[in-house]
Each structure stands twice: as structure tokens, then as C-alpha cells.
């Protein structure tokens, strides 16, 4: 539909500017016509197909905005200037029509006007209902029949033609004098989006200046350049609003009202209205926190705008206005208190993070005493939560299998800050990442491997464009590192799953996939997947254990969002379904196998505290398990193991 719009208006343009070009340039100045012979056939045809294909275009978004009335298309914002945008472009196209088909009529169609098919079409059409014309209205008379009422009244393919051609021309001029104010100038506003589109903008969030100068949202002034293009080239099709968890669940959440009620709210005060708070509770502002609060920071919508709206940067802009006034919800003050205290958001003694290791059959090297190929970030989650902590066992028990050199920080390892940072609190961000490098820059290592999506985010883009050389000073920040880390990308950063999937490619773990035999189904990370494109190696793990995968049908870059990003994790709602329980939903009843479905899989420790938590809420806890990839790998190279023994034994 939107392929038939575009480029068959774009050829009606090109052959508008043509006939132009002649009418105007050639003819005029050098008595010159080229609108003739095979480039007048070619040209007649090749219009008349765009054209139709323009006309059957708008039929179908007609079709679909009117008799199927797709929801998504209807919102607060849907107004009048949506139908008259929709039936203006109508007419333009079958206006055109009909004025061609006069003309070839009142022309006495000839033969080589069969190359305009439609138009010609059309003339037979006035043809047959016996139209009159100028010159047979004066032939008639001259052999004595009565054409008096047609050619003295005027009523003639001649007038009709004229009739066509002036409102077909009115129509135009309305049309281009209303791009400036309305709908159509998305036709050029949403070009100048998509090319000026940044491919990292979400998965890495705008810098803020240590002086802290217009990163907020007091004004809209403070909202840069991109940011106002973005409102300027929603059109109103609501793909995010179909994709967004948060609206999903009845949180008050809809990704396009957020960046048209920007866009009315500027509109209003260039009209003279009222200057009144961009985000605040109580319902006096143009945004409310609750809606930002809503957010999960999955960047679903970025991913379904077919106009590059970079909807996470203005949403972060937001968080941080609300940050700064305070207008967080107690249990996210609760986290980042704990974070500035402890350096988790759990608010546990940092001594007790590398307890996890105790129950391990072998000790965990420390990076910060020996040299190791893999540097292991462990993260929050794994380290202190009691399900998360039988994952890192798991995945510290792989990588020994594989017999790989790898080692952790213990206690000077802190929150990565990728979900604070998403939250709207920079600054301790800032201290995180400064932190971290500096502990960094004092250990030996290869590469970086992380337990959790969003650490592998933040690490691998985010902080490489930090500039810590405007913090060190700052008497503020707990580091003194002044430098721009891995700026170069010298030093690799990976998902543990990419990490493992190279041994297991390697031989280093014997897996010869047939060890299990669970039909499962997995659900894709955002900031695994969405963010960072990364699919295939989870998927090639489970596959290495014998397991047979089942799809969810939203999947890959279509993931739905566990509900634990952007905050989620640590806030309440009152929403239904939750996101986790919808997701398990259909892990059993949309996939193919649907109640055969065993395992719920994830690689994600957020992930893995919202289904569970999903699993018992939602009544599920009987009919489905909730399993990381690495404790699969585990069980497969149990599995591997037995089946030797039992070989040997033979």
C-alpha cells in the first residue's frame, strides 16, 4: 500500500514537472517540444500505470481507515485533517483520471491514445453513454438533427473537460498550499527524519555535559533540533502505539501520544498560548510522570516507526527532567539510594558479591589479582538474587568446562547503570561507568563477558562515548580516569551467549546435540535482540543441547518486553495482563506446539525475575519452567558426561 502511494506520487510529480519543463523552458525559450512521438507513447503509459497503482494505493488505506477501521489508526490525535489529507490525495488521483479520459474523448480518441489505458478506458466510458462534443454538436447541425439543447446549453465533453480541469487544478494548488500546515508535510518532514536517522540512537542515550546545560526538559526549547523533527514526522499510523508492552498492559503509556502531544503543545504556544510544565504530576503538565514511568525502555516503537522516530531520546529527556524535580516514584529512590550506598540495587553489602561462588566445586579467579581471557561481569541479579545466582553457577561451571581462562572484580564490581541511566539519573551513571573503567584499566584481560543484556548494552555503547575527562575534577565523582575509554573498540565486549556459542563452535564443550530432548520455546532480550541485533547465538546454544525450538510468534526484532526494563523491575502497577504473563500466554497457547511447550527459555537475569514472577502470578507455575540457556547447557553436559560413563561402564 505504501509502496503503490509513494512512488506512484512521485511519477505523477516527475510527469507534472516534465510537461512543466516543456511548457516552460523548452517550448518558450527555444521553441523546442520533446513531449511527442515514442516519448509521449512511453511517457502516457508509464504515467497512467503509476497513477492507477496511486489511486489503488489510497483504496486500500481508505479500505483500511474506514470499512476494516484498523485501530492503531485511531487515536486522541485523529482529526479532520487526516480525512481531508486521505481524500485530497484521492482526488488528485482519480481527478486526474477523469480529466485525461475528457481529453482523449473530446479529442476524437485517437489510436495512439490506447497507450493511456486508463484514461482511455475512461473516454470509452463517455463514449458509450453517447457524451457529445463540440465538433459533433456542429456536424449534426449541418446535416439538420437537433443539437440544439447540448451545444447551446454547453453541456459537451469540451465543458466537461473544463469542468475537470479547473477543479483538478484547484484541488492541486489547495494541496500544495496546505503542506506547510498540516499532514502532507510528512511527506517531507519523515524524508529528512529517515535520513538524518541515528542507527545507535536508544541503545546509546544523548550524553549530558557536566555542566548539565539543556539536557532536561524545563521548555520545549530545551528539545534539540532531531527531537522536534521526530514530532514533526509522526504520522499519526500508531505502529508504536500496536507494539508498546506498556500500552498492552493498560499502563498509561502511548508512545505517539507522548510525541504529539509535544508536537500540539509547541504548535499551541507558536499560536500564543500558555507556557505550563512539559512533565509533572497531576494532570498540569503536557505529559504526566506516570506515563514516562510506564516505560520499559524496551525500544519496540523505534523499531516499528517506518519513519526512524527516535522516541527513547525524547522519552529520556523526559526522565531526566523528572529526576531532577524529584518526581520518582519512591521504590526507583529507593534503588538509586542503595546503588550510591552500596553499588547494587539491592542494597547489599558489595562484600557478599561474589558469594554466589561458594557453593561451586572449584574457586572463581579474581581479575584483579591474575591475568585472564575473559574479564566476567557478573551484574546485580546474579550475584545477589537466589534465582539468578543457579545461572551464574551454571555459567561459571561452562566456562571451567571449556577449560577457558575468566575471573571477576568481587566487590569492586558494581550496577552497570544501564537502567538508572534509562530512568533519568545521568550522574550516578556517570560515577558507575567511571568507576568501572578505572577498575578496568588495573586488570589484565582479553575481553569482557557479561551475564546480562543490559550490561553488554551499556559496556559495548554507551561507555565508549562518555567523556570522563569533564568529570574527573569533579570533587563529586569517585574516579580519577580522564580518558576516553575503548574508543577504538580494541577491547571486545560480549553476551556470554556469544562467548559460549564460539566454544561450543570451537569443540570445547562436546556437545553433539542430542543430550536433551525438551520441546522449548525462548524469548528474545530486548537489549540482546532489539538493541543489539544479537539472535542467532542463543538460539545455536539451545539447538547444541538437542532441545527442539519452538517460536513464539513474536519473536527476534518483534520480542514482546518482559515488563523489567526502563525501571519496570523495581516499580508496581496496576496492569492486565503484566507483560510477562502475557508472554507466557503465548509461549502456550500461540506456538505451534503450544501445551507441549516444557521450558520457557531466557538469557536474561531480568528477564528471568519477571517470568518467574509472571509464572506465579498468572497461575502457570503447573504447566511451564522457567530455564536460562546456561542451565540447559549444564543439564546437556550432565547429560554428555553420564552417557560416557555408561559408555565406559559398557
Not at 34 to 54: E, K, N, P, R, T
Request: charged share 25%; proline share 4%; hydrophobic share 40%.
Amino acid at each position: 500500500m505504501h509502496s503503490f502511494i509513494l512512488w506512484g506520487f512521485l511519477t505523477l510529480f516527475i510527469a507534472t514537472l516534465i510537461i512543466g519543463f516543456q511548457l516552460y523552458a523548452t517550448d518558450n525559450f527555444f521553441d523546442y517540444q520533446f513531449w511527442q512521438g515514442d516519448f509521449y507513447l512511453s511517457y502516457q503509459f508509464i504515467v497512467d500505470a503509476m497513477g492507477l497503482l496511486f489511486v489503488v494505493g489510497i483504496g486500500m488505506a481508505i479500505y483500511r481507515r474506514y470499512w476494516v477501521r484498523n485501530h492503531r489508526l485511531w487515536g486522541r490525535h485523529t482529526s479532520n485533517e487526516d480525512d481531508i489529507f486521505i481524500w485530497t490525495l484521492f482526488g488528485l488521483g482519480v481527478g486526474g483520471f477523469l480529466l485525461e479520459g475528457a481529453r482523449i474523448y473530446a479529442t476524437g480518441m485517437p489510436d495512439h491514445e490506447v497507450v493511456s489505458f486508463v484514461g482511455y478506458g475512461i473516454a470509452m466510458v463517455f463514449h458509450a453513454i453517447d457524451v457529445p462534443t463540440t465538433g459533433a454538436a456542429v456536424e449534426a447541425t449541418l446535416n439538420g438533427a437537433d443539437y440544439s439543447a447540448v451545444s447551446d446549453l454547453g453541456y459537451n465533453a469540451e465543458t466537461i473537460h473544463w469542468l475537470f480541469w479547473w477543479s483538478h487544478s484547484l484541488l492541486a494548488l489547495f494541496f500544495i498550499a496546505w503542506i506547510p500546515y498540516a499532514k502532507p508535510f510528512h511527506m517531507i518532514s519523515s524524508f529528512a527524519n529517515v535520513v538524518t536517522a541515528d542507527e545507535k540512537a536508544g541503545k546509546r542515550l544523548p550524553n549530558v555535559p557536566s555542566d548539565l546545560d539543556a539536557t532536561n526538559a524545563e521548555s520545549i526549547e530545551d528539545f534539540t533540533w532531531k527531537e522536534i523533527l521526530d514530532q514533526d514526522a509522526c504520522t499519526k499510523c500508531g505502529r508504536c502505539s500496536s507494539v508498546c508492552p506498556a500500552k498492552a498492559s493498560d499502563r498509561p503509556l502511548d508512545p505517539r501520544n507522548v510525541i504529539l502531544d509535544l508536537k500540539k503543545y509547541r504548535e499551541d504556544l507558536d499560536a500564543g498560548g500558555e507556557e505550563k510544565p512539559i512533565i509533572a504530576d497531576g494532570g498540569t503538565s503536557v505529559i504526566n510522570t506516570e506515563t514516562m514511568e510506564s516505560c520499559m525502555a524496551c525500544m519496540a516503537c523505534m523499531d516499528a516507526c517506518p519513519v526512524d522516530i527516535e522516541h527513547l531520546q525524547s522519552f529520556t529527556r523526559l526522565n531526566r527532567q523528572m529526576t531532577d524535580q524529584g518526581d520518582v516514584a519512591p521504590s526507583m529512590q529507593d534503588v538509586f539510594q542503595n546503588v550510591m550506598q552500596n553499588g547494587n540495587t539491592f542494597g547489599d553489602s558489595p562484600r557478599n558479591r561474589g558469594d554466589w561462588s561458594d557453593d561451586l566445586e572449584f574457586d572463581v579467579t579474581d581479575a584483579r589479582e591474575e591475568e585472564v581471557d575473559y574479564l566476567w561481569y557478573v551484574g546485580d541479579f546474579p550475584s545477589y538474587d537466589e534465582r539468578n545466582k543457579q545461572v551464574a553457577r551454571s555459567l561459571a561451571t561452562i566456562l571451567k568446562e571449556a577449560d577457558v581462562s575468566f575471573g571477576i572484580l568481587f566487590d569492586d564490581e558494581k550496577f552497570d547503570g544501564n537502567d538508572i541511566r534509562r530512568v533519568g539519573e545521568e550522574l550516578l551513571y556517570v560515577e558507575l561507568a567511571g568507576h568501572h573503567v578505572e577498575t578496568w584499566e588495573d586488570c589484565e584481560f582479553d575481553k569482557i563477558v557479561c551475564t546480562d543484556p543490559h550490561s553488554y548494552n551499556t559496556f559495548k555503547n554507551e561507555y565508549p562515548e562518555l567523556n570522563f575527562d569533564e568529570f574527573a575534577d569533579d570533587p563529586m565523582m569517585p574516579f580519577e580516569y580522564d580518558e576516553q575509554w575503548n574508543e577504538d573498540g580494541e577491547i571486545e565486549v560480549y553476551h556470554w551467549t556469544q562467548a559460549v556459542e564460539e566454544l561450543v563452535s570451537d569443540g570445547k564443550l562436546n556437545l553433539d546435540g542430542t543430550e536433551l530432548d525438551y520441546t522449548v520455546t525462548y524469548h528474545d532480550p530486548c537489549h540482546l535482540g532489539r538493541y543489539n541485533d544479537e539472535y542467532e547465538a542463543p538460539r545455536e546454544l539451545i539447538k547444541a543441547t538437542g532441545c527442539e525450538l519452538d517460536e513464539m510468534p513474536r519473536n527476534r526484532d518483534n520480542s514482546f518486553c518482559c515488563g523489567g526494563g526502563g525501571g519496570g523491575l523495581w516499580m508496581d502497577f496496576e496492569e492486565e495482563p503484566k507483560p510477562s504473563e502475557e508472554r507466557i500466554r503465548e509461549a502456550l497457547e500461540d506456538t505451534d506446539n503450544g501445551p507441549d511447550v516444557e521450558k520457557f527459555v531466557v538469557a536474561c537475569p531480568m528477564c528471568m525475575t519477571m517470568y518467574e514472577d509472571g509464572r506465579k502470578t498468572g497461575g502457570y507455575e503447573a504447566e511451564i519452567e522457567i530455564v536460562d540457556v546456561a542451565e540447559l547447557i549444564v543439564e546437556a553436559i550432565g547429560a554428555e558426561e553420564k552417557a560416557n560413563l555408561e559408555v565406559a561402564a559398557d
